[in-house]
């Protein structure tokens, strides 16, 4: 299984999914704000989708870039424990 489709059977096939939900299931160490001022920041690599032009819209991410978020994040773990454990 892939990682958007778990994702969207997570987040019942939404396609944006807002910003403090993201903060919520995948930082829970981090406010949204604290999230959205990394990611301006270049610190975190997670586009973030504004649903209009204000910077008072809606925020979030669309699930197919959370899911390449998760797997780059996935792929350094395992070069990591490969670099470890051999």
Known sequence: MTTIFLLLAQYGATAVVPLDIVARDYF??????????????G??????????????????VHVNDLA??????????QKECDQLCT
């Open 28 to 41: 829970p160490h981090l406010s949204a704000a604290k999230l959205l001022r990394k990611i301006s920041l």
């Open 68 to 77: 390449d978020y998760i797997d780059a994040r996935r792929t350094a773990a």
């Open 43 to 60: 610190e975190i690599r997670l586009p973030v989708v504004r649903i209009e032009g204000s910077n008072k819209s809606a925020k979030g």
